[in-house]
C-alpha cells in the first residue's frame, strides 16, 4: 500500500539566503522541471524538499533510496494472481470449462505520482544503484513512464503534467552512495546547499527549539568551530547544534563552556563525529571550550572591570596528558584577536590553577553566568533614575541598547543589564556586536573604562 502525505505547513524557518534558494526551486518546478538539491548530509536538503512539495500544494509521495531497491520498488510489480474459472453446463451432455489465470498488478510509488500527477520527494535517491534509477529518464523527459510488458494492461503511463521530482543527494565522496547517472543529471536542474551561515543557523536554532539567541550563537559558533577542524566540509554542524540546543533547552543546561553539563553534551555529540582519534579529538574540543570561556571573559572583563577584580575562569583538561592545554598567555591572545581586548592580562595568575571539577562542583547552573565576572561593586547602587527607563521589551536586544544609551548618555555593561532585564550573553554579545557595527564606542577616563556611549560619528 502506498501512502500519500498530504501537503500541510511544516516548521520551516525561512533566512534570507534559504529564502532565494526556495525561490529559485520553485521558478523551475512550475516551469515543469523536476530538480535536485544536492549537498553535505544536515545542510536542510531534505527539509527543504519537503517545504518546495508543501508549496506545490499537490499530495506528496516519499520514498528514501536504498541500495536494496530494485526497479519493481519505483514501479510496482505483479503481485498474486486473479484466477477466473466458467464451467458451462447449459446442455447437459456438454461441459466447456474457461479457466483464466491473471497476474494482478500493483502500482508502486513512483507509478502512482505519475499517475495522479503527485509531487514525489526521493531523499537521498543515489543510495539506489543507478540502473535503478534508469526508469526516471523516460518518465521526466518523454513524459512517459514504462511498466514491464504484460498482456492484460497498458506497457505505458502517460506521465501527468502536474507530476514534479524532487530528489537529494549526498555527495558522491559518502559511504554507501552511487554516482548519477549523466543522463538523468541531465533531466534535472541541481541546486548546491552549501551549510547553512552562521545567521541562518542561529535562526533555526531560536525559532526550531525556542532558544535564546545569544545562546543559539555560542552553540552554533562552537560546533562549527569544531567541526570545520575535525571533518571540514563533510556534514553541516546544523545537526549537532540542533541536538545540542534542544537538549540545552530542555533540561535547563546553560549553554556555556564553563558548565560542566554542558561540556559533557558536547562531548557526547560532537566527539564520536570527528575522524581524528579520540584523543586528539578530546584536546581539540577542550581548546575550543577554553577558547570560548576567555573570550567570553575577556571581552566582559574589558567591557566592565578593572584588572584586579578579574575572576575569569579558565579549565585544564581533565587528563592532563591527554588534554593539555594551551598556554595561558595563548589562550588571552586568541581570545585578543576576537575580541580586541586591551593589553591588560584577563586571567591572574592566581586563577590559573583552576581545575574544571573544582570550578564546576563551585557554581550552580544558575550561578554560572556570575562566574564570569563579578559586578562591580559601584553598579549596584546605581541611581533609581538610570534605571527606570522605559524600553519596549519586544525590541530588538540592540535596538533597546541603542535606545537605553541615547537617554542615559552613558553606562557600563552591568547598568545595561539590570535597566534592561538581560542576561550576560544577550548584554556581552549586543554590545560586542554594537561595538563592531560602530554604532556605539567605549567611553574611557584615564585609561579606565568607564561605560559605552552612542558612537559620536
Ligand atoms: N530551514 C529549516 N528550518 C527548520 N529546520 C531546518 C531547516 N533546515 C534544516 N533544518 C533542520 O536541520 C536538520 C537537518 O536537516 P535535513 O535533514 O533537512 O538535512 P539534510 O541535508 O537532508 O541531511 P541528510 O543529507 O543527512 O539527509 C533537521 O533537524 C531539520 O529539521
Known sequence: MNTVLQARPRNFVSTPTLERTSLRALRYLQSGYSIHLKGPAGT???????????????P?????????FKTSDLIGNQSGYTRKKVVDNYIHSVVKVEDELRHNWTDSRLTLACREGFTMVYDEFNRSRPEVNNVLLSALEEKLLVLPPSNNRAEYIRVSPHFRAILTSNPEEYCGVHGTQDALQDRLI????PEPDELAQQQILVQKVGIDSSAALQIVQLV???QSSVAPDMVSSLRPSLMIATICNDHGILPLAENADFRDVCSDILLARSKEPAPDATRHLWNL????????????NDLTLKPEAQPAARFHGEEEDDAPLQPLEALVESAEDDVAIDDEPVVEAQDQDLQTEDLAESISPEAQSETIVEAPAEAESLPEEVLKVQVNPNDDIETRIFDYLDTTGTASLVNIEGALDLNRFQAVNAVKSMLDQGLIEKQETDGQLQGYQLSSN
Open 190 to 193: 541541481t541546486i548546491n546547499m
Open 224 to 226: 562549527k568551530a569544531f
Open 289 to 300: 571550550f577554553n577558547r570560548f570561556v576567555v573570550s567570553q571573559a575577556a571581552l566582559v
Open 44 to 58: 536542510g536538503k531534505t527539509t527543504l524538499a519537503l517545504h518546495l512539495a508543501d508549496l506545490l500544494a499537490r
Open 60 to 68: 506528496i509521495m516519499l520514498l528514501f533510496g536504498d541500495d536494496e
